[in-house]
């Protein structure tokens, strides 16, 4: 339980099956509130019951996990790591992170992001956190670089909006 900058408190956990729905009405929300993200207001192309099962296997997973920020019984921001059971690769997860406008600059990113380094940390496997970030959203740079990633290289025009081609820069944390 941690306490937003407007008093609300967050609380931080693991999604469940029970969230499937509400995860991707968030979802499509917050693609259609901002251009930063990958995905627009479409949300992500699963069922609810796809990301049932996506969230059922997440469980079991060391490397593969989605978290829920939640403030007065809503899901108001995701973030999920995504790694692979490979043994080569198995210590590398990458990092994603979706927050409601109405929650931004509130604290939320960083107790998210605080919430999923430690349980990287804990897991032992985990080494290294990967991210990529739009060049020109400078509070989620901002934030990533408070928690301690590094900048390591960038994707020349990744994104394509409305023909306008958008630079990604790769950051990481190494644990």
Not at 24 to 37: A, I, N, Q, R, Y
Not at 97 to 112: A, C, E, P, R
Request: include cysteine; charged fraction near 30%.
């Amino acid at each position: 339980m941690k306490f937003l900058k407007d008093n609300r408190i967050l609380d931080i956990r693991e999604a469940k099956t029970e969230d499937a729905e509400e995860l991707l009405e968030l979802l499509k929300k917050v693609g259609g509130e901002t251009d930063f993200l990958l995905m627009d207001a479409n949300g992500v192309p699963l069922t609810v019951e796809q990301e049932r099962t996506y969230l059922e296997n997440n469980l079991k997973s060391v490397t593969n996990k989605t978290f829920v920020a939640i403030v007065e019984n809503k899901i108001i921001a995701s973030s999920g790591i995504h790694g692979s059971d490979r043994e080569r690769i198995a210590h590398n997860v990458t990092l994603g992170i979706s927050i409601l406008k109405d929650f931004w600059n509130l604290g939320v990113g960083t107790y998210l992001m605080e919430y999923i380094i430690n349980y990287c940390r804990m897991t032992k496997t985990i080494k290294n956190i990967m991210l990529e970030v739009r060049e020109d959203n400078k509070y989620a740079i901002g934030l990533y670089e408070k928690m301690g990633f590094k900048y390591v290289g960038k994707y020349l025009g990744k994104i394509k909006i409305n023909d306008v081609f958008y630079n990604e820069l790769i950051y990481q944390l190494v644990l």
